[in-house]
């Protein structure tokens, strides 16, 4: 019993510390494309080197009485520097608005991948939206 306790023990620290040091991101920017069908929405990451990446961004803005919702992500391989890291969230339709130049919510997902598994991290934030 006491070795298989010690397995356990051993094998839960190896899968929560594949990661490293902690992960950063950071959005730099976000910039309305095709008149507000789509937001490219810009990070700096910076992660391990080698861990494999994928970023999501889902972007909600009032646009008068509307609501402008879209979403979109992208995959990369981190280098363990700073790095850009660029999403193209697209415009829901259906009656929504287009996004507009101001201010929005968005909530990212960062999903780092190793050889033992996957960690996410989750965080909503304010941004402001700009014309290029």
Avoid: H, K, W
């Avoid at 999501?56 to 520097?81: D, L, Y």
């Amino acid at each position: 019993m006491r070795r298989i306790v010690t397995i356990l023990i051993l094998a839960g620290l190896s899968v929560t510390g594949f990661v490293g040091a902690s992960p950063t991101v950071d959005i730099t920017s976000a910039t309305l494309i095709a008149r507000g069908a789509a937001l490219e929405v810009t990070y700096t990451v910076t992660c391990e080197a080698g861990l494999q990446g994928f970023v999501s961004a889902s972007i909600t803005q009032r646009v008068g009485p509307r609501i402008a919702q879209g979403s979109g992500g992208t995959s990369f391989t981190c280098t363990g520097s700073p790095q850009t890291v660029t999403v193209l969230a697209t415009a829901f339709g259906g009656g929504g608005a287009p996004f507009r130049q101001g201010t929005a919510v968005t909530s990212t997902v960062l999903e780092l991948c190793g050889e033992l598994g996957c960690r996410f991290s989750y965080f909503n934030e304010v941004i402001a939206i700009s014309r290029r």
